[in-house]
């Protein structure tokens, strides 16, 4: 299949990108929503900010794609929903893709769909759900010329982990989810950082020609944040999606400026910072 919409997605230079997800409203918990609750102010401040995507759902995709102009962020869809971040969990748990997603995603001009694929302890049922939304997508995706991003999720045991996102870095475990996101032909993949960062060279070979994008996850400091991206990039990976880390920052756009540094320009963990430091909040 040729994927010619993610010419829209990787900068051409640096071949990476930088994808800001704002999609957490679509799985219904209350958290999530902290600091987005305005999403045209929110859209408009990443469209200012400038990354190479943002991750919307169906029912928000308009507020960037209403904009006019060319030089605006690229939109990746968010295709498939699920209630499995809650603490306690409902005593039922789902995972459901939208059924046209890819045609939604044809007309709202999307470069890419994104959806799960979720490991969760004691609950293969929502596993098997994902890799059924993942084959049925994948079908429509390739009649319709969409680049398919699959998100392998590995996730704690939720009574341990304390609600939330829930992730398990283990390596291991890591690695052999996102060898299935390939094997289920993922066009890229959306991975956890492993919590030893030295160990991401093996994700990165794992998914072999399929490039990897790293999740952000929850929300950390500046630094942490920064050292994070620059390691991951160092061993291989094509970019990052990352969500809390730039929307319920206090200075979103100055958190943008000093990740896009990183990818496209080579900056290091130091002189991102200091972007950072500078901007307007």
Known sequence: MSLFRLNRLFNPHSGRALDVAVDHGFFGEPSFITGIEDMDSVVGTLVRANPDAVQLTLGQARLLQSIPGKQKPALVLRADVANVY??????????????????EAVRLDAVAVCANLMQLPGRPEIREANIRSIMALREQATRFGMPLMVEPLVMQDNAKAGGGYM??????????????????????????????????????????????????????????????????????????????????????AGITAALLAILHEGADADAALAIVERSAA
């Not at 809650?86 to 045609?103: K, R, T, Y």
């Not at 994700?203 to 072999?208: D, K, P, Q, T, Y």
């Not at 620059?230 to 206090?250: C, D, F, M, T, W």
């Open 86 to 103: 809650g603490n306690p969990l409902d005593s039922h748990i789902f995972s459901h893709h939208v059924p046209n997603a890819i045609e």
């Open 167 to 252: 992730v398990d870095g283990d390596t291991d475990k890591i690695v052999a989810l996102v060898r299935q996101a390939k094997e289920l032909g993922a066009d890229l993949i959306k991975a956890d950082p492993t919590d030893d960062v030295a160990d991401y060279g093996r994700v990165i070979e794992v998914a072999g020609d399929v490039p990897v994008l790293v999740r952000g996850g929850g929300r950390v400091d500046d630094r942490t944040l920064l050292e994070r991206t620059v390691a991951v990039l160092e061993h291989g990976a094509s970019g990052i999606v990352y969500g809390r880390n730039v929307v319920q920052h206090p200075k979103p």
